[in-house]
């Protein structure tokens, strides 16, 4: 058999696979793989929306741009002979969205365990209880949560209107103040801590209830219990919560947008990564630098993927006894 009729053989035995995979694999390539190619083009470029027949290669100008101050860099001169000043408010970006990320994921890791353990009890219309807890999962990346949580926070607010009846004085506008304003943001995101405490609670039904009784025919308490059995059983569903939450944080735009009014903050407190990437690529019309910066953000993301999947060897079980 030569190997072109071997080829078309082949394709014959599967067309009707290939077939039903044509749509997934045109929207692949139509929608995911040709806008990746073409972001990474325009990294490279100094591409304006309002200026596209001007576009030129420029390297790395753009990553230079963003990462200049961290080298003593104020400015530099670009491929193209043009003098460019380094950004100022690139690293405070990283800054703020690092910050936001290492408190609130833990803190909504935290959380939605605790509400596992509760929902995880045997009691009449649990099921209500654990609908209701999700609830502020579906809604809270909407506009309208975020609005609300805006109009909570401002000066004349709920939260300023309870603790005012407490007896607290002089409170200030949580939102517009440096000093408060991230907080008010890894709030709301502790608050939709749903997702994470369903599957937290998938991985307890898992559990079997054999190890429980003989830990408490040995003396063991519930908080030995907690830490001996629940833990160590349940470390590859907080490994799974802990990378899929980091990389939701890291691309966290909505809240920061609307509570920020859309500009980062009083003295750029709330400027996340992917707010800042919006506001040059839809604002300032430089598509290659925003191009650049989604670029840096999937390797933040990738690296620290890669380093908790990596350091998971150390502390997720698998019951392999290994």
């Known amino acids: 058999m030569s190997m072109k009729s071997g080829i078309v053989k082949f394709f014959r ?4 696979g290939y077939a039903f995979l044509t749509p997934w694999l045109l929207g692949f390539l139509v929608f995911t793989f040709y806008p990746l190619v073409y972001s990474l083009w325009l990294s490279f470029t100094n591409y304006d929306f309002e200026k596209p027949g001007l576009t030129q ?5 753009n990553y230079l741009e963003m990462f200049g101050p961290l080298f003593g860099l104020s400015q530099f001169t670009a ?11 690139y690293l405070k970006s990283l800054s703020v969205t690092f910050t936001y990320v290492f408190a609130s994921v833990p803190l909504k890791l935290i ?13 009449r219309g649990m099921s209500l209880y ?9 809604l809270g990346g909407s506009v309208a949560i975020a609005i ?52 937290f609670l998938a991985g307890l039904k898992q559990i079997p209830q054999e190890y429980y009784e003989a830990a408490s025919v040995d003396g063991a308490n519930k908080v030995r219990q907690f830490f001996s059995i629940t833990i160590p059983l349940l470390t590859p569903v907080i490994l799974f919560n802990l990378v899929m939450q980091m990389i939701y944080a890291f691309q966290a735009f909505t809240q920061a947008y609307i509570i920020g009014g859309g500009t980062g903050g009083v003295l750029n407190s709330t400027l996340f990564y992917t707010l800042y990437l919006y506001i040059q690529g839809w604002a300032y019309y430089e598509m290659g630098y925003a191009s650049a910066m989604a670029w840096v953000l999937l390797i933040i993301i990738g690296v620290f993927t890669v380093i908790i999947f990596k350091t998971s060897n150390w502390w997720v079980s698998y019951g392999t006894g290994e």
Do not use: C
């Open 13 to 16: 035995r599967n067309a009707s």
């Open 57 to 61: 290669w420029i390297g790395l100008g």
């Open 79 to 89: 491929s193209t002979g043009k003098v460019v000043y380094t950004d100022p408010y």
């Open 111 to 123: 959380f939605a365990l605790a509400v596992a353990m509760l929902m995880n009890q045997k009691l």
């Open 130 to 138: 654990r609908a209701v807890y999700y609830i502020p999962t579906l």
């Open 148 to 199: 609300l949580w805006r109009r909570l926070f401002e000066k004349d607010g709920l939260v300023n209107g309870v603790l005012g009846v407490i007896g607290f004085t002089n409170l200030p506008s949580w939102i517009t103040d440096p000093r408060y304003a991230l907080g008010t943001l890894v709030l709301l995101t502790v608050w939709q801590f749903g997702s994470s405490m369903i599957i």
